[in-house]
Each structure stands twice: as structure tokens, then as C-alpha cells.
């Protein structure tokens, strides 16, 4: 079995794993919000074989700084994935084709270190990468809430109640999960 490592706001790092840990039916169990693409480009060992590159970490609750392999940092169980009408939808196989398309680019740009090599196909697909980036993070998911908390406070001290406002509710994480995503 794994061993996790507590990390920033609860999510694992799998110490040892080489391999994702894959479910039945083929999805990867865990989802990285950081892609693997953009934390290879960190690997402390650059020429180290795929599934064995590693990145520095740190925890922000302990102090500690370690190294961690790359599948398992970053990352959250079935983070992209929501159930709508009794079916399991996923983010996890469009967000890999966007990021390799990435790759190659990053790769090539890294290498040549030449912005004005880029295409403007290039760019376009940088973008949007960019701001699907900014979206896909448990960062942003903690945004939602906590305005979704912030409102709901600001509510209260006017003496409204919160529940009683037609165009407003205090969301669940499987919601907020999901507005993430939508």
C-alpha cells in the first residue's frame, strides 16, 4: 500500500510510487492539478527516466522540505471527476490531450529558450492552456468557497439570513467541485 505524506491542505503525496495508481476502469486514480508536463520541466534530475523524476517539495504545515516523485505530487483521488444524473463525468482525458499538445512546445521552448519562434498556433495553445490553469486548481476551488463563505458572513451581519435569499446558497465541496469544472 502507499504511504501519503501530509501535504498543503490535505492532499497526499505518494511517497515511493512510480506508477499511478489505475482503477478499473482506466481512469487514473489520481489527478494531477499541476500536470506532470510543467513539473518534469522542475525534475530535480532532468535526464532521469520518466516515472522516476522527481521535485522538491514543501509542506507548508510542517517546514519540511523532501523530494517527491512526480505521479504523486500535486494531485487529488478522482479530483476532476463528478457524478451528474447517476453518471461519473471526468476532466482528466480532455485536460491530458490539451496538455499533449503542450508538451512538445514547452519541451522545444525550453531547449531553444526562443519566444519568437513560436507560432501563433503555439501561442493560442499556451493560453490556453494558461487559463484552463488557472481554473483546474484546488486554489481556485478554495477561491470559490471561500467567497461562497465571505458572502454568506457579509449576510449575517446585516441580519439577513443567508438561507433565506432566493439567489444564493451555501455550496457543498461536490459543488463547488463542480462549478470548477463546468
Request: hydrophobic share 35%; charged share 30%.
Given at each position: 500500500s502507499d504511504t501519503f505524506l501530509p501535504t498543503y491542505n490535505g492532499v497526499g503525496v505518494a511517497a515511493g510510487r512510480t506508477r499511478p495508481k489505475m482503477r478499473k476502469d482506466g481512469k487514473a486514480e489520481l489527478q494531477h492539478y499541476v500536470p506532470q508536463v510543467?513539473?518534469?520541466l522542475h525534475a530535480n534530475d532532468p535526464s532521469a527516466k520518466k516515472g522516476s523524476q522527481q521535485v522538491w517539495c514543501?509542506?507548508?504545515?510542517?517546514?519540511?522540505?523532501?523530494?517527491a516523485n512526480i505521479r504523486g505530487v500535486l494531485?487529488?483521488?478522482r479530483f476532476y471527476e463528478i457524478e451528474v444524473d447517476g453518471q461519473r463525468l471526468s476532466l482528466e482525458e480532455p485536460l491530458s490531450k490539451l496538455e499533449g499538445i503542450l508538451s512538445p512546445i514547452l519541451i522545444r521552448l525550453v531547449r531553444d529558450q526562443k519566444?519568437?519562434?513560436?507560432?501563433?498556433e503555439d501561442r493560442f495553445t499556451i493560453a490556453s492552456f494558461c487559463a484552463v490553469q488557472l481554473l483546474r486548481t484546488q486554489g481556485f476551488r478554495d477561491q470559490i468557497k471561500d467567497l461562497n463563505e465571505c458572502v454568506a458572513e457579509?449576510?449575517?451581519?446585516r441580519g439577513?439570513?443567508?438561507?433565506?435569499v432566493s439567489n444564493f446558497k451555501m455550496l457543498s465541496d461536490e459543488e463547488?467541485?463542480?462549478f470548477s469544472m463546468d
Open positions: 510543467l513539473l518534469r514543501f509542506d507548508k504545515q510542517t517546514g519540511k522540505v523532501f523530494p494531485s487529488g483521488t519566444l519568437h519562434a513560436l507560432t501563433k457579509g449576510l449575517r451581519k439577513i439570513d443567508p438561507s433565506e463547488i467541485k463542480a
